[in-house]
T-cell receptor, first 112, second 112 residues
Framework: AQSVTQPDIHITVSEGASLELRCNYSYGATPYLFWYVQSPGQGLQLLLK??????LVQGIKGFEAEFKRSQSSFNLRKPSVHWSDAAEYFC??????????FGAGTTVTVRA | SQTIHQWPATLVQPVGSPLSLECTVEGTSNPNLYWYRQAAGRGLQLLFY??????ISSEVPQNLSASRPQDRQFILSSKKLLLSDSGFYLC???????????FGSGTQLSVL
């Protein structure tokens, strides 16, 4: 069975600084990989996804993620964080058996 | 375009009372449907998924059940709620197995 690990429970970053959220997965084949964001009081929104091809994926809101097969990782990055990026971020791995497994989430706090 | 409706948005129920949360999808046919729960401090846990009418797969043993009486309707139920059933419940759908999910707005359930 697949699993997802997000090692960082909480990250605090200054506005304008760069952000990197870590995600490691366990799955026997090449998975579908996703990053979702949940802003306070709102539902989950898809930031970006990787299915195949270019391992550097661009998403919405200036986010990008890089799939590294050798490290079983799919880390999310943003060069310059805005206060509106404060949210909870979930990494997820999908397989071809209908299930999408989520990590425990990383809460991002942005300080002025 | 496709939309997903989930209600109610919030619910406070006493221990031992029944539960019924409803989710409907519009604008698509034969979607894969899912119920997730997000407990405080934990990630999203897949509870049930359905690939067709009357077809329900349970991921974890629990006090809850799910039903799919119509193609685009997914219901989460319980005969007797437990304190541990408190959490944020999300309905979701996808076109293909393992691929990106579209989430409802969620139901915050508090069992007292």
């Amino acid at each position: 069975a697949q699993s997802v690990t997000q090692p960082d429970i909480h990250i605090t970053v200054s506005e304008g600084a760069s952000l990197e959220l870590r995600c490691n997965y366990s799955y026997g084949a090449t998975p579908y990989l996703f990053w979702y964001v949940q802003s306070p009081g709102q539902g989950l929104q898809l930031l970006l996804k990787y299915f195949s091809g270019d391992t550097l994926v661009q998403g919405i809101k200036g986010f990008e993620a890089e799939f590294k097969r050798s490290q079983s990782s799919f880390n999310l990055r943003k060069p310059s964080v805005h206060w509106s990026d404060a949210a909870e971020y979930f990494c997820a791995v999908g397989t071809n058996d209908y299930k999408l497994s989520f990590g425990a989430g990383t809460t991002v706090t942005v300080r002025a | 375009s496709q939309t997903i409706h989930q209600w109610p948005a919030t619910l406070v129920q006493p221990v031992g009372s029944p539960l019924s949360l409803e989710c409907t999808v519009e604008g698509t046919s034969n979607p894969n449907l899912y119920w997730y729960r997000q407990a405080a401090g934990r990630g999203l846990q897949l509870l049930f998924y359905s690939v067709g009418i009357g077809q329900i797969s349970s991921e974890v043993p629990q006090n809850l059940s799910a039903s799919r009486p119509q193609d685009r309707q997914f219901i989460l139920s319980s005969k007797k709620l437990l304190l541990s059933d408190s959490g944020f419940y999300l309905c979701a759908w996808s076109v293909l197995a393992g691929e990106k999910l579209f989430f409802g707005s969620g139901t915050q359930l508090s069992v007292l």
